[in-house]
């Protein structure tokens, strides 16, 4: 049997699964400082 | 009412110019003290967790004896167990912090009961998965509903469900508390996690580690608990750096976030 498939699959998911989490880290990071200029920008506006 | 005010004054100058502000227990419960913090500690979190890892892994696949039984694919459980181990701790400390939320009305500690939840999702499902595929060439399937498989999987759905349900809220307060409850009553389930193996006759293998000892080899130890150091470095990094993300979006209309969302 060969035990190499199963030991790839499970470590590289977690691979994937990792930068997959570290992604969206940055994203929701990005996603709050648009939030917090967008409304800068619009208290300026007014 | 006069006459205590040179002392009242003399405490508050006292309380301004203390040389250790940090040495304040409640100092870092605000979340503008607490964001700098957090964003100075998660980058060395990180950093342990990658050298903790990259000796876990030359320890357990470089170092360690293949098993007698079970041949190479043992080698899954210097990812399998860290993770398992984690989804159950870090399900713990986020009702912990949900209990904190609810009593106290803690608004830092609702943040990282938020904070903690997906991270411990992806332990849990990590878990799940490194051990359909341990499962496969040791049982000869990839899944049973085994009492450990099937409370393992119930975890990963209260981790969904606390996720879910915070989110559900245009209050996020109200989210926080709703969540918190859930987390809280969902503790029970980790006992039965732990203790499934005992309580059941179950495919799962009982415990290789216990307080009293192990039965495992030295280097196949020392791997996995490295693994596992370098599994909760990783979790509280993310933590971090996920809170600081939590503060910014609901404290952003205060002159703080205001001032620092620029260079945070």
């Known amino acids: 049997m060969n035990h190499g498939y199963y030991l790839a699959m499970a470590y590289a998911a977690a691979a994937i699964a990792l930068v997959a989490e570290l992604v969206a880290l940055r994203r929701a990071r990005a996603r709050a400082l648009a939030l917090i200029e967008g409304e800068r920008e619009l208290e300026a506006q007014d | ?264």
Not at chain 2, 10 to 20: F, H, M, Q
Not at chain 2, 107 to 131: D, K, Q, Y
Not at chain 2, 191 to 213: A, R
Request: one cysteine or more; charged letters at 10%; a positive charge.
């Open chain 2, 1 to 264: 009412m006069n006459a205590d005010k040179p002392q009242m004054n003399a405490v508050k100058a006292k309380a301004t110019t203390s040389p250790l502000p940090s040495m304040n227990f409640f100092h870092y419960s605000s979340p503008s003290t607490f964001f700098g913090l957090a964003g100075r500690l998660a980058p060395w979190f990180f950093a342990l967790a990658a050298l903790l890892a990259v000796a876990g892994l030359y320890v357990g696949f470089g170092l360690a004896p293949t098993d007698a039984t079970q041949g190479e694919v043992y080698r899954v459980i210097y990812l399998h167990v860290p993770a398992a181990w984690m989804s159950m701790l870090l399900y713990f400390v986020m009702a912990c912090y949900g209990a904190v939320a609810i009593t106290f009305n803690s608004r830092l500690s609702a943040m990282m009961a938020r904070a903690i939840a997906p991270t411990g999702a992806w332990f849990t499902f990590v878990a799940l998965w490194s051990g359909a595929f341990w499962g496969r060439p040791t049982w000869g399937t990839y899944w049973v509903w085994d009492a450990r498989l099937t409370s393992e999987l119930v975890l990963l759905f209260l981790y969904f469900g606390f996720i879910a349900l915070a989110n559900a809220f245009d209050d996020p307060r109200r989210g926080d508390k709703a969540a918190s409850l859930l987390a809280i009553v969902g503790i029970v389930n980790l006992p039965i996690i732990y203790f499934s193996v005992h309580w059941w006759n179950t495919l799962h293998q009982g415990s290789s580690v216990k307080l009293t000892g192990t039965s495992m080899h030295v280097l196949m130890l020392t791997g996995m608990l490295l693994m596992t150091f370098a599994c909760w470095m990783y979790a509280i990094g993310a933590t971090l750096t996920r809170v600081r993300t939590i503060i910014l979006e609901r404290e952003r209309r205060t002159r703080w976030v205001r001032s620092i969302a620029g260079v945070a």
